[in-house]
């Protein structure tokens, strides 16, 4: 009698409230505010791409400068948002760990890399319908150098915190 007890309180521990992947929440919220700002940030690339005849604004404002300008805004808005990214999938990851191998792959920064390049051709595809706007596969491939940097860049930070945190 004392084993079947004894297994019975296990069970009912393992399956307790405090033990809950979504109890985990309460304590750390990362991965919330790190959802919140990707999401946030996905939201202004798809305002900016709203905006009608957006190319004649900003050659008013930039002139020759314009296209540089241009490219280098599709260039850091997926540096960010790949970071970004990164940062929810690895907080989300750390915060429920029952399901690490259910809902991510093992590796996070492909996960996020795929993410990112999927929403950047859904991003081009809404411009198609904006007027004065045109989809294009090079901004599609400026969007991926951009996601490339962001990878770098997260790598760099991470390795430099990680050096920084030895010390």
Not at 32 to 44: C, D, E, K, N, Q
Not at 125 to 150: E, K, M, N, Y
Request: one cysteine or more; hydrophobic letters at 45%; proline letters at 2%.
């Amino acid at each position: 009698m004392y084993l079947p007890i004894r297994l019975m309180q296990k069970t009912k521990n393992q399956y307790s409230s405090n033990n809950s992947p979504l109890n985990a929440s309460k304590h750390n919220k990362t991965w919330l505010i790190a959802w919140t700002f990707t999401i946030g940030w996905m939201i202004v690339i798809y305002i900016f791409s709203s905006q009608t005849n957006s190319n004649e604004q900003t050659q008013a404002v930039f002139g020759n400068w314009n296209y540089l300008v241009r490219k280098g805004a599709h260039l850091s808005e997926y540096t960010i948002l790949f970071c970004l990214l990164s940062w929810a999938i690895i907080s989300t990851k750390n915060t429920f760990t029952d399901l690490r191998s259910f809902l991510f792959t093992k590796n996070n920064f492909a996960f996020a890399f795929l993410i990112a390049f999927l929403y950047s051709l859904t991003d081009e595809w809404h411009q198609s319908f904006v007027p004065g706007r045109s989809a294009s596969l090079g901004d599609v491939g400026i969007d991926t150098i951009g996601i490339c940097l962001g990878y770098l860049s997260f790598k760099f930070v991470s390795y430099a915190m990680h050096v920084f945190n030895k010390r």
